[in-house]
Nanobody, 117 residues
Framework: QVQLVESGGGLVQAGGSLRLSCAASGSISSANTMGWYRQAPGKQRELVATMSSVGSTYYADSVKGRFTISRDNAKNTVYVQMNNLKPEDTAVYYC???????????WGQGTQVTVSS
């Protein structure tokens, strides 16, 4: 069983920065993708950024140039550095991991990010 534990959320003013971390515990294939989704109140969950175990990345258009995803494969940990935060970035951010060997996805419990104007 794989568990994802997030940390790093909080309250920040517009223009500020936060760094989220997500560590995967348990047995996950070395062939995996990890990343972040977010869900704002009254909106659907949306993909923010992902990074595969071989380094391929994806960013939503809304965060390109402001967010940077990275990972430490040895620690099964993914990070997202969020700069120049905007009030519209306010959401619960969920860590996500996809095991490409057994085709199962995992979710973290979510961490709140609030950006004040």
């Amino acid at each position: 069983q794989v568990q994802l534990v997030e940390s790093g959320g909080g309250l920040v003013q517009a223009g500020g920065s936060l760094r989220l971390s997500c560590a995967a515990s348990g047995s996950i294939s070395s062939a995996n993708t990890m990343g972040w989704y977010r869900q704002a109140p009254g909106k659907q969950r949306e993909l923010v950024a992902t990074m595969s175990s071989v380094g391929s990345t994806y960013y939503a258009d809304s965060v390109k140039g402001r967010f940077t995803i990275s990972r430490d494969n040895a620690k099964n940990t993914v990070y997202v550095q969020m700069n120049n935060l905007k009030p519209e970035d306010t959401a619960v951010y969920y860590c996500w991991a996809r095991d490409h060997t057994i085709l199962i996805s995992y979710w973290g419990q979510g961490t709140q990010v609030t950006v004040s104007s």
